[in-house]
């Protein structure tokens, strides 16, 4: 139970005892109609309002402390459980106390007044502790969103950042060069699509915010890009296959996430006239599938696989779903959720 909690199930339970029991503080008046019934004893006043107050707390406390007691019936949406446990703490209190206080301030010549007196104030505190159970469930969901989104926004970054230590890490600069170096001396004009192609794909890893979802029809525009650098450096030896229907390309799907995943599988596998690197993308019930031949390359750097555990992370966050990995003997497959 968070801090800041426990003050409000502390002052909302003294404020529902004030307001509950504020007529009992109009037998001060001698010649009032409350004086008639209930001659004023600060004890007895004393015992009605922390009696109030504890119960105010507790009914709090059972609701609303994290899976224990009766707020288990809540998060399993078991209703009817809940509001009978409810009712019956409630009940088992009102009688409760009118027999404490029967036993320990003497009975009355008419007892059911007691007894109503003790309904009528357990039932109104019982209407604003709802309430207030009420209000402390929005600002619960109203923080553990903000958390979400702030842990997306976090995860995001992070993706992004990676993927750009990838596009100007040594290896990634000396290709990439390599390949416009030679592309200049033989064909000027090739050289020239090649830096659009190196421009767009800066860009679009710059270009949306961390909560982003984009179509299909843009992610697979925009990661024709890096493919044509690619298919300039590996020429034949690499081959990408999209089979994507068209009443599909309205679906969305995370920024940045099939890049990324091509990316991988050139860094990791080797790619050569006899065996080329071929990559299919297609949906199969509900998942976009990115498949690669597995043809790992003896890398000086390992692969840490924190690439692949970011945008799980990003897809369990803003979707709630995560992202299936599955390795055979031939092929290297992940699928991601489809919304």
């Known amino acids: 139970m968070i801090k800041n909690e426990r003050k409000i199930y502390v002052y909302s339970a003294l404020l529902i005892t004030l307001v509950a029991n504020s007529a009992k503080l109009m037998a001060l008046n001698t010649d009032g109609i409350i004086a008639r019934y209930w001659q004023f004893n600060i004890w007895e006043y004393a015992f009605q309002f922390l009696y109030n107050m504890a119960f105010c707390i507790t009914l709090l406390h059972l609701n609303l402390s ?173 081959h990408i296959q999209i089979n994507i229907k068209r009443d599909i390309l309205n679906k969305r799907i995370l920024h940045l996430s099939l890049q990324p995943l091509v990316e991988n599988a050139v860094k990791h596998n080797m790619a050569t006239a006899l065996h080329p690197l071929i990559v299919d993308i297609y949906e199969e019930n509900g998942w976009l599938v990115v498949r690669n031949t597995l043809q790992p390359v003896a890398s000086e750097a390992e692969s840490t696989g924190l690439g692949l555990t970011n945008l799980n992370e990003r897809y369990r966050l803003q979707t709630q779903h995560e992202v299936e990995i599955h390795q055979t003997e031939e092929y290297f497959m992940v699928k991601l959720p489809l919304l």
Do not use: C
Request: no cysteine; net charge positive; proline share 1%.
């Open 66 to 238: 994290k899976r224990k007691f009766l707020s288990i019936y809540r998060e399993n949406k078991q209703w009817l459980k809940l509001y009978a446990f409810n009712a019956l703490l409630v009940l088992a209190a009102i009688m409760l106390g009118s027999f404490l206080h029967t036993l320990l301030f003497g009975a009355l010549q008419l007892p059911r007044i007691r007894v109503r007196g003790y309904f009528a104030r357990f039932l109104l505190s019982s209407v604003m502790i709802a309430v207030v159970i009420r209000l402390i469930l929005l600002m619960r969901e109203s923080k553990n969103k903000d958390l979400i989104n702030e842990q997306l926004h976090t995860a995001y970054l992070q993706a992004q950042l990676k993927l750009l230590q990838e596009q100007l890490n040594p290896h990634f600069l000396f290709n990439t060069l390599s390949s416009l170096s030679a592309i200049v001396r033989e064909n000027q004009h090739l050289a020239q699509n090649y830096i659009l192609h190196l421009s767009k794909v800066f860009r679009y890893t710059l270009m949306h915010s961390g909560n982003d979802m984009v179509t299909m029809d843009t992610e697979l525009q925009h990661l024709e890009s890096y493919i044509q650098l690619v298919k300039m450096r590996l020429e034949n030896t690499f």
